[in-house]
């Protein structure tokens, strides 16, 4: 994390978890009522499933190669790749799907949602996280400090 980079407002955290809440409730309750066979209505969990866990993936490894963490380029397409894969996928299942336009867009929104959510929460978390660790590593450097031999 750039060390200028200020820690995201209470608002912002509520907001984010709030999308995330929002957006899969709302495609998971969409699911329950749907009437649609019991296998479609597991690929369009799973395909939200690996949608959330790829997007999470693709905030991580990127924001990982900008601290400096070492990634191998083939991770971070991997990551990208399942991100585009799971985007596709529910397309397709969308465009063949015997839904109404405006089921598909509702299903279209509220997984886009939860996808952005979803890198939000993260970055959220990650950038508390971090912030949380520095003052820790400061008492450590400081206490260090008193056990070297005074010339």
């Not at 296998?39 to 991580?60: H, I, N, P, R, W």
């Not at 959220?124 to 912030?131: I, Q």
Request: charged letters at 15%; proline letters at 4%; glycine letters at 6%.
């Amino acid at each position: 994390m750039h060390p200028d980079t200020p820690k995201p407002s209470s608002a912002f955290i509520g907001a984010s978890w709030a999308a995330l809440a929002v957006g899969v409730l709302a495609y998971l309750i969409g699911l329950w009522n749907a009437s649609m066979l019991l296998s479609e209505k597991g690929y369009y969990l799973t395909v939200l499933l690996y949608g959330l866990f790829s997007a999470v993936s693709v905030q991580k490894s990127v924001r990982d190669r900008l601290e400096g963490i070492p990634v191998t380029a083939l991770y971070v397409g991997l990551c990208w790749g399942s991100a585009l894969l799971a985007i596709v996928l529910l397309a397709v299942g969308l465009w063949n799907a015997t839904l109404a336009l405006s089921e598909k867009g509702f299903y279209s929104m509220a997984f886009v949602l939860s996808l952005f959510a979803a890198i939000t929460v993260q970055k959220n978390t990650r950038d508390s996280a971090a912030l949380e660790q520095k003052p820790a590593q400061i008492h450590q450097v400081h206490d260090s400090s008193r056990e070297l031999p005074q010339l």
